[in-house]
């Protein structure tokens, strides 16, 4: 309900835990083993899954603004250079959409 009243109201939006957030932290949560098919697609992609992540949620939502706690250059690198490139088919992008943990 708040992306879509930002989305139409031209808001923008910066999610807190987009990647999993508290969870990623203290390792109760791995995106990259929790989502195997995220995975998979970004393997495709050439790119890690964090990446995909943030750039589909950036496809679906172009407001929303993203605050990437990374902890390495090469992430901050990434998240400025390979995230704005990615590209989605509408099937990915329902794929994506649809996924469930575990799968």
């Known amino acids: 309900m708040v ?3 930002c989305k139409k109201h031209d808001i923008a939006f910066a999610p807190h835990g987009a990647l999993g957030g508290n969870g990623a932290r203290t390792g109760t949560r791995n995106l990259i ?3 195997p098919r995220l ?5 495709a992609k050439g790119v890690s899954t964090h990446a995909l992540v ?3 949620l950036r496809h679906k939502w172009p407001n929303i603004i993203h605050i990437a706690g990374a902890r390495k250059i090469e992430h901050v690198r990434e998240m400025a250079e390979v995230v704005p490139t990615v590209r989605f088919t509408r099937s990915e992008l329902e794929l994506i959409d649809g996924i469930k943990k575990g799968k």
Do not use: Q, T, V
């Open 39 to 43: 995975n998979k697609m970004a393997e």
């Open 3 to 5: 992306l879509p009243y």
């Open 54 to 56: 943030l750039a589909a």
């Open 33 to 35: 083993e929790d989502f």
